[in-house]
C-alpha cells in the first residue's frame, strides 16, 4: 500500500482516531532512538545563542518567567482576568 493510500484511509476516520495514530506514531518515535539530523542553521544559531548568554547572562529570562509572561498575554487577549504577578505592592 502507498502513503498516499494510507493516509486517504486515515482520512476517513475520525478525528479522536485520528489522534490516536499521531500519539501511536509519535510515540514509536521516541521508542526507535532514531538520531534525527539537525540542520547546520540549527547548530548554528543554538551556538551565537550559547555565546550570547556567555557574554550577557542578564539578557535571557528563566522558562518560568516567559511561561508567565505568555499565560497572562493569552488571558489578556481571552478577556480573562489577570493575576497580579508575585512581586507587584511589595515594598
Known amino acids: 500500500m502507498t502513503v498516499d493510500k494510507v493516509l486517504e484511509e486515515i482520512e476517513k476516520l475520525s478525528v479522536t482516531e485520528r489522534l490516536q495514530i499521531v500519539e501511536e506514531l509519535w510515540d514509536g518515535i521516541a521508542r526507535s532512538n532514531a538520531e534525527l539530523p539537525v540542520p547546520q542553521w540549527q547548530k548554528d544559531e543554538l551556538e551565537r545563542r550559547k555565546q550570547n ?37 511589595r515594598a
Open 53 to 89: 548568554f556567555v557574554r550577557n547572562p542578564d539578557s535571557c529570562q528563566t522558562w518560568e518567567c516567559v511561561k508567565t509572561e505568555l499565560l497572562e498575554l493569552r488571558r489578556k487577549e481571552s478577556g480573562m482576568p489577570t493575576q497580579k504577578r508575585r512581586d507587584e505592592g
